[in-house]
């Protein structure tokens, strides 16, 4: 497994600081969110080789990194193109949104059309191109992302699990269930934790409930199953560390030092 810090939470950071950031959190390996703000633009994609460059000088490797494009589009391609170039070997791709004014099978087609072009152009670029299971989108689930997954390459297109996001906020798809369904496309997966708590009741009398991110040991994510299940698999593929805390960065980055050991002692495991 290479287990990378997703550089999303040093939004802000120089390129400079957020490498050596990443470095002193105890991290080999990062998984650089290109967008706007943060450490690489998607307007300057030569500064991903420049990234590469400077995590490299600071003993941190680049397996993989995230846009948000959704189109296989000249700019998309451009950027993928740099991701190739630099060697990054996986690249995670946007959330095509479900809309619930338009019926749920078109928007599905539409996707999957996308999905098409994205397979072709990692063909040529010799990438994986991978779809996180996220809320609010299309493929919110193992069962929802297989409807846009199967008949594809896996060594095109890949599948991103994401327990947090699958148990804590969309509902409940056990994790087993998931990694089953997917299990051809498997190639990274993202570690966080989350919960539910109730909040004050709304003017009509009905409860509110309110979910946050926790610490990988106290969510509703059971990452001491997880775990251990994906070294006895022998999975390979990135494990991508996000750790999105609501709370001040330096606050932030302790939890992530304790979130990350958390991980490698249950990795390490014998139980």
């Known amino acids: 497994m290479h287990i990378a810090y997703f550089t999303k939470t040093l939004e802000g950071l120089s ?9 002193d959190l105890g991290f080999d390996c990062v ?14 994609p030569q500064d991903i080789a420049r990234a590469a460059k400077v995590f490299g000088a600071n003993g941190v490797r680049m397996p993989m990194a995230t846009i948000d494009a959704t189109r296989p589009d000249e700019a998309a391609a451009r ?11 996986q690249v995670r791709l946007g959330f095509w949104r479900y809309d619930p004014m338009r019926r749920w ?27 996180q299971l996220h809320g609010g989108t299309l493929h919110s689930s193992g ?41 051809p496309w498997f190639c990274c997966i993202g570690v966080k934790n989350g919960g539910w708590f109730p909040a004050a009741y709304g003017a009509d009398g ?11 040991d106290e969510g509703m994510v059971p990452w001491n ?33 304790a979130d990350l050991a958390y991980f490698r002692r ?6």
């Open 105 to 131: 099978q078109a928007q599905v087609d539409d996707a999957r059309r996308d999905l098409d072009g994205f397979e072709a152009l990692a063909g040529r670029l010799g990438i994986v191109l991978s779809v």
């Open 143 to 183: 069962a929802l992302a297989l409807q846009l997954l199967a008949g594809r390459d896996p060594t095109r297109i890949g599948a991103y699990p994401d327990p947090a996001n699958q148990i804590v906020r969309e509902g409940s798809e056990d994790w087993r269930v998931t990694l089953d369904l997917l299990e």
């Open 15 to 23: 390129l400079e600081q957020a490498a050596e950031t990443t470095a």
């Open 225 to 257: 199953e997880i775990v251990p299940h994906l070294v006895r698999s022998g999975f390979a593929g990135v494990v991508s560390l996000h750790s999105q805390y609501r709370v001040p960065r330096q606050q932030a980055l302790d939890k992530v030092r």
């Open 206 to 216: 009905q409860r509110r409930w309110q979910s946050d991110w926790y610490g990988l």
């Open 31 to 44: 998984d650089l969110l290109i967008r706007e703000g943060h450490v690489v633009s998607p307007g300057v």
């Open 266 to 271: 249950l990795a390490a495991s014998k139980e």
């Open 79 to 89: 950027l993928l193109g740099h991701c190739a170039e630099t060697g990054i070997g």
